[in-house]
């Protein structure tokens, strides 16, 4: 499908300085056969925080501090791993599932600095939903990445195919849905990411 590459292809990443490469690079380089379900289409929990330690262990590379949804068993580790010492905290959920941030060395709770926002969904119907919508799971979540100002909005989900009717669906609704929402901070960058079968492809979006 137009747009959507292969993650053998990043020279077609844009280069941007958003942190877009590092991570695909780290995902292509991270995340192994061993990850995908061995039969069916299932994902759970274990790839889930495959992937979320990843890139929070990436966040802290880079010299930013990091919330991660549902890491406990790691809280030490990334803590320990933070490169600004100074009033370390706790690695827990704040309002997405992972971002990276910086706060000011001198005052709490004053944040300077909010480049990445990481959103994660395996399901693709909405618990509860009212109406069978397909992807709707997929779409509620890239709600929450459409409302934020970070410099890099990141939608990791799953599909069976690039080129089925829902995919290409659910494509047009990320286009529609970006050019509708009137509050983006200038030139907001989407990245989105999806696995199927074993591989892994990504989609740049501007607003």
């Known amino acids: 499908m137009e747009n959507w590459h292969a993650i053998s292809e990043l020279s077609n990443i844009t280069n941007d300085n958003s942190f877009k490469r590092d991570i695909l ?18 994902f759970g929990s274990k790839q889930t925080k495959l992937i979320k ?21 790691y809280e030490n580790e990334f803590t320990n791993k933070q490169k600004l010492k100074e009033n370390k905290h706790k690695c827990r959920e704040w309002m997405y599932d992972i ?20 959103e994660c969904e395996w399901q693709y119907s909405r618990p509860g939903a009212m109406h ?16 934020t100002n970070a410099n890099l909005k990141v939608l990791i ?10 995919f290409i669906e659910l494509d047009s609704y990320f286009n529609k849905a970006i050019n509708i929402y009137p509050n983006h901070i ?17 989609c740049e979006k501007n607003s």
């Open 132 to 147: 069978k919508t397909p992807f709707s799971a997929v779409k509620y979540d890239f709600q929450k990445l459409l409302i």
């Open 99 to 118: 971002h990276w941030y910086k706060d000011s060395l001198t005052e709490l709770y004053m944040t300077t600095e909010f480049p990445v926002v990481i």
């Open 25 to 42: 690079v780290k995902l292509s380089t991270s995340i192994k056969k061993p990850f995908f379900p061995s039969s069916g289409n299932y």
């Open 53 to 73: 330690y990843h890139l929070t262990v990436l966040g802290l590379d880079k010299g930013f501090w990091v919330y991660a949804n549902r890491m406990k068993e």
């Open 186 to 202: 200038p030139n907001s960058n989407f990245l989105f990411i999806c696995f199927i079968k074993g591989e892994i492809y990504f």
């Open 157 to 166: 989900f799953k599909s069976s195919s690039l080129n089925s009717k829902e």
